[in-house]
């Protein structure tokens, strides 16, 4: 009797580590298939050696983007001391 549960534990045990290893297979399989269905495009560098950004915004939205993110920034900081120098130096 005792042999038996002993068996069946062995081949509980046996069923679930090959799941698990079908299961890595199957994982590594399906990593190599997402490695090879990157489409990958090369960018060279340009050769008058003008920077470069990479976007899919035209070309005015991103302009008009950083201005706008510039502008709010400089609000965020000029603010804040302004009010301080209102509120606190001039006592």
């Not at 298939?33 to 050769?47: E, F, Q, S, T, V």
């Amino acid at each position: 009797m005792g042999y038996l549960i002993l068996l069946a534990i062995l081949v509980v045990a046996s069923i679930y580590f090959i799941m698990l290893y079908n299961g890595l297979v199957n994982l590594k399989h399906n990593v190599a298939k997402a490695w090879a269905n990157i489409d990958a495009r090369l960018l060279r560098k340009p050769k008058d050696g003008r920077l470069f950004l990479l976007s899919n915004l035209p070309e005015q939205r991103l302009a008009r983007k950083y201005v706008l993110r510039g502008g709010f920034h400089l609000l965020v900081f000029w603010v804040p001391s302004v009010a301080w120098r209102i509120c606190w130096v001039s006592e």
